[in-house]
């Protein structure tokens, strides 16, 4: 059973939340929604690496707040709630200097105020690049 707000949510729902925006110009990819999870890709290029020729520690944290922020953005109901990030960790295991790293996030807590979401990072041989917990600030809209 899908835990998202709106149940038919797609891949192609998502994809205007890239634009203009540094998941579009970070070239990041929606991949796939499951039930309980969302997966997103990123080039490892000249844009995510830093200057040793590695994945960027930043980049990561970039695919990661933004997996877990639009997780969280597809768990309220939009017109009522924003969710921006209040806190990340990151710990870097390995690194990727080329291909793709996936990013597939779960959330761990899901209360009214926050989210925390489990975001694992992987390269395309399926070695873990990255772990991240991401807690997400549920705000009211004043608008």
Not at 15 to 38: C, H
Not at 87 to 111: D, K, Q, W, Y
Request: glycine share 6%; hydrophobic share 45%.
């Amino acid at each position: 059973m899908s835990i998202w707000h709106n149940k038919q949510v797609t891949i192609a729902a998502l994809e205007p939340l890239n634009d203009k925006t540094m998941a579009g110009f970070l070239q990041m990819q929606w991949v796939e929604i499951g039930d309980d999870y969302l997966k997103m890709k990123m080039p490892v290029n000249e844009m995510t690496r830093q200057p040793y020729g590695l994945l960027h520690g930043g980049a990561s944290c970039a695919l990661a707040e933004t997996i877990g922020s639009v997780g969280s953005h597809l768990l309220v109901d939009p017109e009522k709630f924003l969710c921006v990030g209040l806190e990340i960790n990151a710990n870097h295991i390995r690194s990727a200097r080329s291909g793709f790293v996936m990013a597939t996030a779960r959330p761990l807590h899901i209360g009214k105020t926050t989210h925390v979401w489990d975001i694992l990072i992987h390269d395309e041989a399926e070695l873990l690049i990255c772990v991240s917990r991401l807690t997400v600030s549920i705000l009211r809209r004043k608008d």
